[in-house]
């Protein structure tokens, strides 16, 4: 584990495979893993440690880190390596000859994708990329990618909270503006800019909330120390944070990706290229670089119907989203019960051919092409479906200058959510 996305991600799978597997767990010491790894009763061994933005660096830490690393391989002999994308985690399996099973979901650190990709034996990557993108990133072989609907944060969808509001247990009361600011280690970050602090200082000068920031490093503990009316959390708590928040504000891109999933209003103050499913993200969710705006968005999402209204239509969009935490797990189940992968070409009776049109389209807007290859149908068969759907308004259409271009609507969303409770009831499986 190298991220704190990581030791939130990987923790509902450990505890639900540690009766079946013995997991061994290395983390690097950066951004609060280990405490988020100790609230979870998580064992680890500390291995490696951020490497800063100098490439003289990068490279002494990614040589000692691996040095830490193989001994505890070489004694343990593991059978299979999960991780998000750590290069020395994924090169000592690829040297051990071990299977190892990343995560893609960020095309922006393409020198990190090329060491990590290449040697990895199966990637689980959204349905934001397509097979053109992922090979750019060292996925040449399509079949090693298991896809998924939706954010990778979609884990929580099923995670359920701890009891009690650990805000509370601090005596910090409702309304609760949860802060997290920028990784400024990042590469695509170049300069930082003080726009949430100039956020955070609005918002705490009105008195109407209560502002608590979780800073990731020291410096940014310092700055956010000084402003008044601030609480400034010293560690990370078992939950998400998010989870006992009223609005979530900054610029962490999986936070605001954790918040939209468990159906927390959230503020973007992102200041720095996109990735794609972070383009995907601030469709739904308010985006600002202006202090006094970003102050506003969250004076308006504090507000009962705000919050309300962007809670019901944000559990329509998550309710298609796929679990890669699930998938994840199904597949190491079916590794060690020695199945073979194998697609099954059964024919889709009408129903399934109309619901994986809807499903296909659900997470963001599609053109003809795109449907026909992900929902597996012939171009005339399609097109008389995508009228009918249209029609039935289940599907919205807009013309633009690259074609037409289809979403499902949220009629349709809740009757994929209807379908699905239907199956859950008639077959006992989990969706």
Same mark, same amino acid.
């Given at each position: 584990?190298?991220?704190?996305?990581?030791?939130?991600?990987?923790?509902?799978?450990?505890?639900?495979?540690?009766?079946?597997?013995?997991? #061994?767990?290395?983390?690097?010491?950066?951004?609060?893993?280990?405490?988020?790894?100790?609230?979870?009763?998580?064992?680890?061994? =500390?291995?490696?440690?951020?490497?800063?933005?100098?490439?003289?660096?990068?490279?002494?830490?990614?040589?000692?880190?691996?040095?830490?690393?193989?001994?505890?391989?070489?004694?343990?002999?593991?059978?299979?390596?999960?991780?998000?994308?750590?290069?020395?985690?994924?090169?000592?399996?690829?040297?051990?000859?071990?299977?190892?099973?990343?995560?893609?979901?960020?095309?922006?650190?393409?020198?990190?994708?090329?060491?990590?990709?290449?040697?990895?034996?199966?990637?689980?990557?959204?349905?934001?990329?397509?097979?053109?993108?992922?090979?750019?990133?060292?996925?040449?072989?399509?079949?090693?990618?298991?896809?998924?609907?939706?954010?990778?944060? =979609?884990?929580?969808?099923?995670?359920?909270?701890?009891?009690?509001?650990?805000?509370?247990?601090?005596?910090?009361?409702?309304?609760?503006?949860?802060?997290?600011?920028?990784?400024?280690?990042?590469?695509?970050?170049?300069?930082?800019?003080?726009?949430?602090?100039?956020?955070?200082?609005?918002?705490?000068?009105?008195?109407?909330?209560?502002?608590?920031?979780?800073?990731?490093?020291?410096?940014?503990?310092?700055?956010?120390?000084?402003?008044?009316? #601030?609480?400034?959390?010293?560690?990370?708590?078992?939950?998400?944070?998010?989870?006992?928040?009223?609005?979530?504000?900054?610029?962490?891109?999986?936070?605001?990706?954790?918040?939209? #999933?468990?159906?927390?209003?959230?503020?973007?103050?992102?200041?720095?290229?996109?990735?794609?499913?972070?383009?995907?993200?601030?469709?739904?969710?308010?985006?600002?670089?202006?202090?006094?705006?970003? =102050?506003?968005?969250?004076?308006?999402?504090?507000?009962?119907?705000?919050?309300? *209204?962007?809670?019901?239509?944000?559990?329509?969009?998550?309710?298609?989203?796929? *679990?890669?935490?699930?998938?994840?797990?199904?597949?190491?189940?079916?590794?060690?019960?020695?199945?073979?992968?194998?697609?099954?070409?059964?024919?889709?009776?009408?129903?399934?051919?109309?619901?994986?049109?809807?499903?296909?389209?659900?997470?963001?807007?599609?053109?003809?092409?795109?449907?026909?290859? *992900?929902?597996?149908?012939?171009?005339?068969?399609?097109?008389?479906?995508?009228?009918?759907?249209?029609?039935?308004?289940?599907?919205?259409?807009?013309?633009?200058? *690259?074609?037409?271009?289809?979403?499902?609507?949220?009629?349709?969303?809740?009757?994929?959510?209807?379908?699905?409770?239907?199956?859950?009831?008639?077959? =006992?499986?989990?969706?």
């Amino acid at each position: 584990m190298s991220t704190p996305f990581e030791a939130n991600f990987f923790a509902p799978l450990i505890k639900e495979l540690e009766g079946e597997f013995q997991f #061994v767990v290395t983390a690097r010491e950066h951004d609060g893993i280990f405490s988020i790894l100790r609230a979870k009763r998580i064992n680890y061994i =500390a291995v490696g440690k951020h490497e800063g933005r100098e490439l003289d660096s990068k490279l002494e830490v990614y040589a000692e880190t691996i040095q830490q690393m193989l001994p505890i391989v070489q004694r343990e002999k593991p059978d299979l390596l999960l991780t998000e994308r750590w290069p020395e985690a994924i090169r000592v399996a690829f040297g051990s000859d071990i299977p190892a099973w990343a995560i893609f979901y960020d095309e922006r650190e393409a020198h990190v994708n090329r060491m990590v990709f290449p040697l990895a034996s199966k990637v689980f990557a959204p349905r934001f990329y397509s097979l053109g993108e992922m090979r750019k990133h060292g996925v040449t072989d399509p079949e090693k990618i298991v896809w998924f609907n939706g954010f990778h944060t =979609a884990y929580l969808k099923d995670e359920q909270s701890q009891p009690g509001n650990p805000f509370d247990k601090m005596g910090i009361k409702s309304p609760v503006v949860f802060v997290r600011p920028e990784p400024e280690f990042a590469s695509f970050l170049v300069n930082h800019k003080p726009i949430l602090e100039k956020s955070v200082e609005i918002m705490a000068s009105s008195g109407r909330e209560n502002v608590v920031v979780l800073p990731r490093t020291e410096v940014q503990k310092s700055r956010y120390s000084q402003i008044r009316n #601030v609480t400034v959390l010293e560690s990370t708590m078992c939950d998400s944070p998010v989870t006992h928040a009223d609005v979530t504000v900054g610029a962490a891109e999986t936070l605001l990706m954790e918040a939209f #999933v468990l159906g927390k209003p959230s503020v973007s103050t992102i200041y720095w290229q996109e990735s794609k499913p972070v383009a995907e993200l601030h469709k739904h969710i308010a985006h600002s670089t202006d202090p006094a705006q970003i =102050a506003s968005y969250t004076e308006e999402l504090l507000e009962e119907p705000a919050r309300k *209204n962007f809670t019901t239509r944000a559990s329509l969009f998550v309710k298609s989203m796929d *679990n890669p935490v699930r998938l994840m797990i199904d597949e190491i189940r079916k590794m060690n019960e020695g199945e073979k992968e194998k697609t099954v070409f059964g024919r889709r009776s009408r129903m399934e051919i109309l619901l994986d049109i809807i499903q296909t389209a659900s997470l963001r807007p599609l053109r003809t092409t795109q449907i026909m290859r *992900n929902a597996n149908i012939s171009y005339n068969e399609l097109k008389k479906i995508l009228s009918n759907l249209e029609g039935s308004r289940l599907l919205t259409c807009e013309e633009t200058f *690259n074609g037409k271009l289809y979403q499902t609507t949220e009629d349709g969303l809740r009757i994929l959510e209807d379908y699905r409770g239907l199956r859950r009831k008639l077959f =006992a499986e989990p969706i």
